[in-house]
């Protein structure tokens, strides 16, 4: 079964830091672009980060540039997110998905199921 499965989410004060995972099954993620996107309540869908399956050159949306990294290791089949810095801003749900470049394409064919994290006192 082909899928992306996050881990890594949960409750985080403000100032810390989260290091999400996004592990690929069924297939390998050496040749996939992955994003990572997340949706906050009432919010749309933004996508924020993404590295590429060729040399692993990345893309920060402004909202999080310089606070968060993006990272694979392709021999455990999984990317990463280092999230420091963290804000009441950044509760949301995280998702990681495929895609067909990065920058972002837009082709989106393999989505996990979304991890949580809240940044609260």
């Known amino acids: 079964q082909v899928q992306l499965v996050e881990s890594g989410g949960g409750l985080v004060q403000p100032g810390g830091s989260l290091r999400l995972s996004c592990a690929a099954s069924g297939f390998t993620l050496d040749y996939y672009a992955i994003g990572w996107f997340r949706q906050a309540p009432g919010k749309e869908r933004e996508g924020f980060s993404c590295i590429s399956s060729s040399d692993g050159s990345t893309y920060y949306a402004d909202s999080v540039k310089g606070q968060f990294t993006i990272s694979r290791d392709n021999a455990k089949n999984t990317v990463y997110l280092q999230m420091n810095s963290l804000k009441p801003e950044d509760t949301a749900v995280y998702y990681c998905?495929?895609?067909?470049?990065?920058?972002?394409?837009?082709?989106?064919?393999?989505w996990g199921q979304g991890t949580q994290v809240t940044v609260s006192s």
């Open positions: 998905a495929t895609d067909g470049g990065c920058p972002p394409v837009g082709l989106n064919d393999v």
